[in-house]
């Protein structure tokens, strides 16, 4: 984490400490707020299109237990979707009988959007999802033209883009999304337990609510009535940790102070330096693929453990751990996974 971002959650850790933390939240009012402003200029939208939550994964369960989900209704996503938002999608199937369509990738890799319009079109899908940047595999999806599709068939939208924000810039509404989920680290480098769900004016419109909102979300008017809040606060909890999310909002400013396209840049140019090194190594694959590239490398290294190597370059004070990649599902271990600068799946800025 950068500096700035260190010292507001310092700071309001300390306040809380001296004061009590509903009277240092309150003191802390216009920085929160500002907050929300610095996450809403990073992806274009406004502060009352933004709801903070504890991480990424969160921003997803809240965005997709307010759709009304019947028997049969279609969840279409890709193949390269995040394993945890798969794991939802077939709780999902369990529990109320919905159908979870894949679309097929194009021979490169990545979804093949003409494939996902076709589909869109033939099964009129409840919710199209979306992961931005897979995992691993370096691999951008072109997340634009499926909202383009969605926006034209009236279909709604969500977007994971936990490993893009920071990385590159991000426009929600170049995007046509109607929900964005991210985590405040990776590559924004903002603190670990926070993350913020981008809510388009058109689900706030079409009264779209979480399964279990709370306060935070709704007012209690009568014994038998609430009151859901009109903008994506609606989307929060009341418990906050207020020093994570003035941290998140730090995190937000510094990248946007220096340049989204300025890191995007970088960080692919390291990417590439990277995948052109560890290709000349014998025993060494990247298996990285697609038309557009990330920071993020995947290799796999014959004749290792991807423990012992983990344990390895850790004591060379490279910050590794281990992934099974997609394409190699049902073994233990699988694809090296390190983090950092000049690291395989680097996250370098």
């Given at each position: 984490m950068p500096e700035p971002v260190v010292r507001a959650i310092l700071g309001h850790i300390t306040l809380e400490s001296r004061i009590g933390g509903y009277e240092a939240a309150e003191a802390r009012h216009g920085a929160?707020?500002?907050?929300?402003?610095?996450?809403?200029?990073?992806?274009?939208?406004?502060?009352?299109?933004?709801?903070?939550?504890?991480?990424?994964?969160?921003?997803?369960?809240?965005?997709?237990?307010?759709?009304?989900?019947?028997?049969?209704?279609?969840?279409?996503t890709t193949r390269n979707d995040y394993v945890s938002n798969q794991i939802q999608f077939l709780s999902l199937q369990a529990r109320m009988g919905v159908q979870v369509l894949r679309a097929p990738d194009r021979i490169e890799g990545g979804v093949d959007v003409r494939a996902m319009a076709d589909l869109i079109r033939r099964h009129r899908p409840k919710l199209v999802c979306v992961t931005h940047v897979p995992t691993n595999s370096g691999l951008v999806q072109d997340v634009g033209a499926v909202g383009s599709v969605c926006r034209e068939e009236e279909v709604l939208y969500m977007v994971d883009a936990c490993q893009s924000i920071g990385q590159m810039p991000v426009d929600v509404h170049q995007l046509q999304c109607d929900f964005l989920s991210a985590s405040s680290r990776k590559y924004l480098r903002g603190p670990r337990?926070?993350?913020?769900?981008?809510?388009?004016?058109?689900?706030?419109?079409?009264?779209?609510?979480?399964?279990?909102?709370?306060?935070?979300?709704?007012?209690?008017?009568?014994?038998?009535?609430?009151r859901p809040v009109r903008d994506a606060k609606r989307f929060e909890n009341?418990?906050?940790?207020?020093?994570?999310?003035?941290?998140?909002?730090?995190?937000?400013?510094?990248?946007?102070?220096?340049?989204?396209?300025?890191?995007?840049?970088?960080?692919?140019?390291?990417?590439?330096?990277?995948?052109?090194?560890?290709?000349?190594?014998?025993k060494v694959r990247v298996l990285d693929h697609g038309r557009e590239l990330c920071g993020i490398v995947s290799a796999w290294i014959d004749g290792w453990d991807p423990r012992e190597l983990v344990a390895a370059l850790r004591d060379r004070r490279i910050n590794t751990s281990a992934q099974i990649h997609p394409g190699r599902r049902g073994r233990r271990w699988g694809d090296l996974d390190c983090?950092?600068?000049?690291?395989?799946?680097?996250?370098?800025?």
């Open positions: 929160v707020h500002a907050a929300y402003q610095s996450v809403a200029a990073l992806i274009g939208t406004q502060p009352e299109n933004i709801a903070f939550t504890e991480n990424a994964t969160a921003s997803y369960m809240q965005a997709l237990s307010s759709i009304p989900f019947e028997r049969d209704d279609v969840i279409l337990g926070s993350g913020f769900l981008y809510v388009s004016d058109r689900v706030l419109e079409r009264g779209l609510e979480p399964l279990f909102i709370d306060m935070r979300g709704a007012e209690w008017i009568a014994e038998d009535r609430y009341w418990e906050f940790a207020w020093a994570l999310v003035l941290g998140t909002g730090e995190a937000a400013r510094y990248a946007t102070a220096v340049g989204l396209e300025k890191i995007r840049d970088r960080v692919r140019a390291l990417a590439g330096r990277l995948r052109e090194a560890l290709s000349a190594i014998d983090h950092g600068f000049g690291a395989v799946r680097c996250r370098a800025l």
